[in-house]
């Protein structure tokens, strides 16, 4: 489908019938969100959501941590899900091997690639990184010819670009899959995002996967223009759960793809409120009412004009309708509401009112509303409502 967007401004690259794939590590990379723990049964009902919405792999986390991590990573392995299950490793034989025999039928090497990373972190040079990760590659493919592989270039976006394509290149030669294109610190813009992505699909031959951090709120933007540029994977988190500011998030790249991209991506979005509650709930987190896709506020309308216009034709303020994430549509009465908004809220009550008596109410609404300083619960509506209508019977007598 083309959106009317997409007609008004055509996009340099369009994505066309390329199959956008998510790769959703909420957890791995989501349980690493500062405070953050999810139990073992939390990790498998996660696990099953994401399998059940159509998520094509999970990054399931860490099986070198040992104990319940590389319980839980072997279960989630053996559930029979349809997504294809991942799992995160350093860049040693000894990580991968454990992580082989969870039975997952994909794996992460992750290694850094930039140079303040190769210099300070791991006091190292680019040879030594090109031998280790030639080295991991061909032992996980010696132990299962048929492993998926993923390696990943921590700090990619800190990375010279000509060792970028040949650290991509030497693990291609060994078997690899993709390369996992890591945005560590959230650092990248759309423009420099497609540029530098294309240039490494192009010069490298691997499919590219985008990995994009929320540091200076572009990790959704990031995720699409890597797409653009022939990325055919995003590595996503439910809610854009993730270190520091966070991940790109999973129902925020899903809905942006299929609406302003005008892209299918096959996923059961009906579920996105649901399974957004459920992370969060086990994260200790609550979503914010103002989130975008799956947060209330989302479908919730307040001023006399948006109102009007919705109750007219939900098209004129809402791109989707909130069925499509699990949400419901809220009209909600306060100090910016007019008396069309009273009209048809009174009408859920079973009250029909006038044009003209929703105008009479109106000023007491907004005067409550100002003291409260806050919207109107339906109590409180009923009760301007009572008073009124008595005041009006009084003046009658």
Known sequence: METQLAKNFPLESKLGAVRVKFDDTTLRDGEQTAGVVFANKEKVRIAKLLDEIGIDQIEAGIPAMGGDERDVIEEIAHLGLKASVLGWNRANTADIQTTLDCGVDAIAISLATSDIHIDTKLKKDRPWVLATIRECVAFAKDKNPDIYISVNAEDASRTELGFLIEYAKTAKAEGADRIRFCDTIGLMEPFRTYEVVKHLREESGLEVEMHTHNDFGMAVANAIAGAHAGATWVNVTVGGLGERAGN????????????????????????????????????????????????????????????????????????????????????????????????????????????????????????????????????????????????????AK
């Open 248 to 395: 790109a998030a999973l129902e925020e790249v899903a809905m942006a793809l299929k609406y302003i991209e005008g892209f299918e991506t096959q996923m059961d979005t009906t579920r996105f409120r649901e399974i957004g509650e459920y992370v969060m709930h086990a994260a200790g987190r609550q979503i914010p009412v103002w989130k975008s896709v799956i947060g209330t506020n989302m479908f919730a309308h307040e001023s006399g004009i948006h109102a009007d216009g919705v109750i007219k034709n939900p098209k004129t303020y809402e791109v989707f309708a909130p069925t499509e994430v699990g949400l419901e549509r809220q009209i909600v009465i306060g100090k910016h509401s007019g008396s069309r908004s009273l009209e048809l809220k009174f009408s859920e009550y079973g009250i029909e009112v006038t044009k003209e008596q929703a105008s009479e109410m109106l000023p007491r609404v907004r005067q409550m509303a100002i003291e409260l300083k806050r919207s109107l619960f339906d109590k409180e509506l009923i009760y301007i409502y009572n008073d009124w209508k008595a005041e009006k019977t009084a003046a």
